[in-house]
């Protein structure tokens, strides 16, 4: 009867210590203040369901932030993600809302600073040799200018949110080369993912160096890239402005994932 009771009283100790241990993380995931910054990518262009108010900026209720809004309910939540958006233009328009309260910052920005609408227009209108310039022009950017821009970006959301946890996103490869595919030739397809993959690991690198996470969503598109017969991107949209951006399964299986791993 003794050892029953002991029994008995052990297990609502552990049932307690597991309901406390259960609240408090609960609790500690309330309260998280998350802003999402950055371009296109992060508003959810290319996803639909673009909330009225936002106009120009086309943040979609599909977009991972809102998803991840919705799936966390954090105590504040500032969706600051704007189509077009530069490293500039972030700390010019989308910082605002940043402070020592801050918990949870995403970003995803560069792209357009490399003019990637820019090189996918010239690859698909133009012939070979102009589409691998517009993409050397590109690189040579990337490699050259955006690092410091990046650098800027990223002390300003340091110093006005010196307590978050800071999520950089990055691009998607944009087409599955290996899959037989109308429209532009491997080498061209060839080199836009290269450029991609140049935009990603100097973005990584400068996000390391102020101790930032780096979310890599080039792993869960894999095999949903464009030409691959499952692509999370639009190709050529007859609403141009959603070409060559996640599609609404993008959203929530590419990008919303990656911030998950590392919010």
């Not at 310039?133 to 990046?150: K, V």
């Not at 595919?181 to 290269?194: H, V």
Request: glycine fraction near 8%.
């Amino acid at each position: 009867m003794r050892r029953a009771r002991t029994s008995s009283l052990v297990s609502s100790f552990l049932l307690a210590l597991t309901l406390a241990f259960t609240g408090a993380t609960q609790a500690q995931a309330a309260a998280t203040s998350y802003v999402a910054l950055g371009d296109s990518y992060s508003s959810g262009v290319g996803s639909g369901s673009y909330i009225s108010s936002s106009g120009d900026c086309k943040r979609s209720t599909l977009a991972y932030p809102q998803l991840w809004a919705n799936a966390n309910a954090p105590s504040s939540f500032s969706f600051m993600a704007c189509s077009g958006a530069t490293t500039s233009s972030v700390r010019s328009t989308q910082l605002a809302p940043l402070s020592a309260g801050t918990q949870l910052v995403s970003v995803t920005a560069g792209g357009n600073d490399a003019g990637f609408a820019d090189v996918m227009q010239t690859c698909v209108l133009s012939t070979e040799t102009t589409c691998l310039n517009r993409i050397n022009t590109a690189r040579s950017y990337i490699s050259s200018t955006l690092p410091g821009n990046l650098n800027a970006l990223y002390t300003d959301i340091r110093n006005r949110a010196p307590n978050a946890r800071v999520v950089v996103i990055g691009y998607p490869r944009f087409y599955d080369v290996a899959a037989v595919c109308a429209g532009l030739s491997d080498t061209k397809r060839t080199a836009i993912n290269s450029a991609a993959d140049l935009l990603n690991s100097v973005t990584s690198q400068r996000a390391a160096a102020y101790g930032f996470r780096f979310g890599d969503v080039r792993p869960p598109f894999t095999g949903h890239e464009i030409c691959s017969g499952s692509s999370w991107l639009h190709s050529v949209n007859i609403s141009i402005g959603e070409s060559y951006h996640p599609k609404a399964a993008g959203q929530s299986g590419g990008y919303l994932p990656v911030l998950n791993a590392n919010d």
